[in-house]
């Protein structure tokens, strides 16, 4: 889905058949559904100079507690319970100051892009 719909109706958003993918808030622990319950994400990876470093499916780089070694007093939700259709997660941990500094030394450029599954 694009982040703008410019020059486009409602109704022609709405009518775009050009993704094809179904989403439910059900469990199919069969698997044999073509309805899904989770969202499956891309990462495109880039240097600070702008080289393009590949493609990497979307795990747990984007979480910034377990990247810079951070801990929470709250219960740990498994990386994926975010990616279920239609929830949520809010995490709050605390991470050291040395590893934010240590964390721009080398950084990694990302953009993100949605499977359609």
């Known amino acids: 889905p694009w982040l703008l719909y410019q020059g486009q109706t409602a109704l022609q958003i709405v009518s775009d058949a050009s993704l094809t993918w179904k989403y439910t808030l059900a469990d199919d622990p069969s698997g044999q559904s073509d309805v899904s319950n989770t969202l499956v994400f891309w990462l495109a990876k880039y240097s600070l100079g702008g080289a393009w470093l590949g493609w990497e499916s979307l795990t747990d780089q984007l979480d910034l507690c377990l ?45 993100l892009f949605i499977e359609d599954v």
């Open 67 to 111: 990247q810079l070694g951070g801990t929470s007093d709250g219960p740990q939700s498994p990386s994926s319970a975010w990616r279920r259709f239609a929830s949520s997660l809010v995490t709050k941990c605390t991470v050291p100051l040395l590893n934010i500094l240590k964390c721009g030394a080398n950084p990694y450029f990302y953009e």
